[in-house]
């Protein structure tokens, strides 16, 4: 069975991969070295097995592995579970989706948590379902929200002090986002922490009772009106937590709707980091890189703790602003801030002392109601899209190397704001937008990023979009999936690509490491989809010979 303890121990041990992230700090590091520079050359598939069916959509999953099995969930909420050796199938579970989901973008699943004996993960319902590690047995199954009112959850859960933390999704249907807390074993609801403020935060007793657990914020001063009711920051990439903080970290998404002149203000907590602490569901601080977001900068991007020396714990975070933000883990103070991306076109930079971003107002959409006709304002260019200077492609972080490897996009849109009121399960956008290309040769580019300095160390370019997510290794490499269809690895230092694979279909999900039995495995799941094909536009028909899949890859040295 899994215990905290070994969640707790996750990134260290190289056994197994339990969590989300590979290990709860979301470092993305294993430290094992047989694969390495100089035995690459020797990497070959050992399985790969197929999710089958006519399902195959975006496949954004993260395996987790333990005790010689791999659960690996597929896109429309199926899970499977696999031997880690072999591949052969030990059982699946398809969840029944009704009609009438609403996922923004794309039908995808980014992964399951283990705990004790059960695999837990989230469907795009907005359910969460615990299953028997070693049957597929549900064993709990809870309603997190109403999907009809737009909710839904794409996110793999994660595990801390034994709760189940998750977040939800739905920010483009004005939904409110929040963080949840359950028992783990039994499902039981916890805590409830909204992440709007103005929304009260609820702990739950054993009979499911709830008490009142304070306001988010103090009141709703940074929303005019109504509008923070349906103020969206849904939490819908995920959360990491460090054991040494005892706080668990969750982005938050756009505000909602889009057009940022209906909701004059901050619009807390949304495009921010809350830090909540994992015990009482209280959110210890926030930091907000994109207040009054205008972009669609969605904040929603992991924050990856790591040991900086002399008792500092930081947190790094590339956001979908095109800004990497460097924060005090224990208190939220930022530390530096610098741009990952080459344009940026709605800040000049960050202020270190006030933490805010120094705007360039006449880069943001115009409002409608001062447009020559009322219904369409200004359209603007603006660098990074919305898609984001990164967007869900987790990345990682080596304490070898002291380098984050970020999976970067240089992209811009034209966006203009259109007048709009909440509709239940409507879209709740009032903006449009075209994606452009900036670059004729490359939209993507892996880049290893120095948060001391914030200097870019080197980079590999790559034609279509990164939406891949990212691995790093004792061994000294950076492994990554292309759409194009690669699994590659760089040497971690130098950016030299080693090693490079065809899966057959592009990959948007981030890659893992074992070992077992002496052999080190890489694994990475297969299937083109999410945001890019669906939102992309003439970007997305620039990669439209792309073709969808489903299936996981294992590799290892041949003998
Ligand atoms: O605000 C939200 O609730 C929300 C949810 C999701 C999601 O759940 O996947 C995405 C987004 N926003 C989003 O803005 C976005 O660009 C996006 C890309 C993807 C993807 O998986 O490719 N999901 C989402
Ligand atoms: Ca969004």
């Known amino acids: 069975v899994v215990t905290d303890q070994m969640i707790e121990n996750d990134a260290a041990t190289t056994g197994d991969v339990l969590s989300w992230g590979v290990g709860t700090e979301g470092q993305r590091y294993s430290p094992l070295k047989k694969i ?66 609403m996922p923004c973008c794309d039908v995808i699943n980014r992964g399951a ?4 004996n059960l695999v837990i993960f989230m469907t795009l319902d907005a359910q969460i379902v615990a299953l028997n590690q070693d049957t597929g047995d549900v ?13 839904s959850a794409s996110a793999a859960p994660i595990i801390a002090n034994g709760l189940v933390l998750t977040g939800v999704s739905g920010g483009e249907f004005g939904v409110v986002g929040r963080v949840e807390a359950r028992n783990a074993k039994t499902g039981a609801l916890v805590w409830s922490r909204p992440t709007v403020e103005g929304h009260m935060g609820y702990t739950y007793d054993k009979d499911g009772n709830p008490k ?13 009106g109504d509008l923070w009711k349906t103020g969206g920051a849904a939490t819908w990439l995920g959360g990491t937590y460090d054991k040494r903080t005892g706080l668990a970290y969750f982005g938050t998404g756009n505000p909602a709707p889009w057009n940022s002149h209906l909701r004059k203000g ?12 994992v015990k009482t569901g209280k959110i210890v601080w926030h930091y907000q890189s994109t207040p009054n977001d205008g972009w669609d900068f969605d904040g929603v991007n992991e924050f990856v703790t790591y040991d900086a020396g002399g008792g500092k714990i930081l947190g790094g975070k590339a956001d979908r602003n095109g800004f990497f933000y460097v924060l005090d883990a224990k208190t939220g103070k930022l530390e530096n801030a610098f741009p990952f991306v080459k344009k940026i076109t709605w800040a000049t930079g960050i202020d270190l002392k006030t933490g805010r971003p120094n705007f360039v107002p006449e880069n943001r959409p115009g409002d409608p109601t001062a447009g020559a006709d009322g219904k369409k304002g200004q359209t603007v260019f603006s660098a990074p899209s919305f898609l984001g200077g990164k967007n869900q492609m987790p990345m990682a ?9 970020v999976p970067a996009n240089e992209w811009g849109m034209e966006i203009w704001n259109e007048p709009i009121t909440y509709k239940k399960g409507a879209a709740y956008l009032g903006a449009g937008f075209t994606i452009k290309t900036i670059n004729d040769d490359y939209i993507g580019a892996m880049r290893a990023v120095d948060p001391k300095t914030g200097k870019i160390v080197w980079e590999v370019k790559n034609n279509a979009p990164l939406w891949g997510g990212v691995l790093t290794t004792g061994g000294g490499l950076v492994f990554w999936g292309t759409p194009e269809g690669y699994l590659q690895a760089a040497d971690a230092k130098t950016g030299k690509v080693v090693w490079k694979f065809q899966t057959g279909s592009g990959i948007v999900a981030p890659p893992v490491t074992w070992e077992e039995g002496g052999e080190q495995y890489v694994a990475v799941v297969s299937g083109w989809g999410g945001a890019v094909p669906l939102w992309g536009g003439d970007v997305a028909k620039k990669v439209n010979y792309l073709e969808q899949g489903g299936s996981v890859w294992v590799f290892k040295l041949m003998k």
């Open 36 to 101: 390495n520079p100089g035995s690459i050359g020797k990497l070959v598939p050992a399985w790969s097995f197929s999710f089958g069916g006519e399902k195959q959509r975006g496949q954004e999953s993260q395996p987790v592995i333990h005790n010689g099995k791999m659960f690996v969930t597929g896109s429309y909420s199926r899970i499977f579970a696999l031997d880690a050796k072999t591949g052969r199938k030990l059982w699946k579970y398809e969840h029944r989706l009704p009609d009438g989901i």
């Open 113 to 116: 948590a283990l705990y004790d």
């Open 139 to 151: 064993v709990w199954k809870e309603k997190i929200d109403n999907y009809a009112a737009g909710y």
């Open 212 to 224: 009142e657990n304070g306001i988010s914020g103090t009141t709703n001063q940074t929303w005019p």
């Open 266 to 277: 901050d619009n807390l907590f949304s495009c921010s980091t809350v830090a909540i602490d």
């Open 397 to 405: 972080y080596s304490p070898d190397t002291k380098l984050f490897y």
